[in-house]
């Protein structure tokens, strides 16, 4: 299995950037599939973006689309979000996921590994 680490969250203000960290150890990272997930108190885990094992394809969803980019680099064990142009709206504890298996990108329940989270505040 694969342990997640996240970091780099924090209080900004509207049109801030932020760039979150996702750290793994364990077995091969570059087997896995990762995701990026975050929520809010009373709503449910929302996709926010993925990449592939390689890193050669990426999904986004429609909110975060132009401005957050995700990467990864499988030598460092370690998958990048960075957030930029950021809205008050995008405060969320923010999640990284893995996942060995092909599935859907956008579902929590495919992912098979969570990190513990990172909070990101972005105030008006």
């Known amino acids: 299995q694969v342990q997640l680490v996240e970091s780099g969250g924090g209080l900004v203000q509207a049109g801030d950037s932020l760039r979150l960290s996702c750290a793994a150890s364990?077995?091969?990272?570059?087997?896995?599939?990762i995701g990026w997930f975050r929520q809010t108190p009373g709503k449910e885990r929302e996709f926010v973006a993925f990449?592939?094992?390689?890193?050669?394809?990426?999904y986004y969803a429609d909110s975060v689309k132009g401005r957050f980019t995700i990467s990864r680099d499988n030598a460092a064990n370690t998958v990048s979000l960075q957030m930029n142009s950021l809205k008050p709206e995008d405060t969320a504890v923010y999640y990284c996921?893995?996942?060995?298996?092909?599935?859907?990108?956008?579902?929590?329940?495919?992912?098979?590994?969570w990190g513990q989270g990172t909070q990101v505040t972005v105030s008006s």
């Open positions: 996921a893995a996942r060995i298996k092909p599935d859907s990108y956008v579902f929590p329940t495919s992912y098979d590994y």
């Open positions: 364990g077995r091969t990272f570059s087997n896995y599939f």
């Open positions: 990449i592939n094992r390689s890193g050669g394809i990426t």
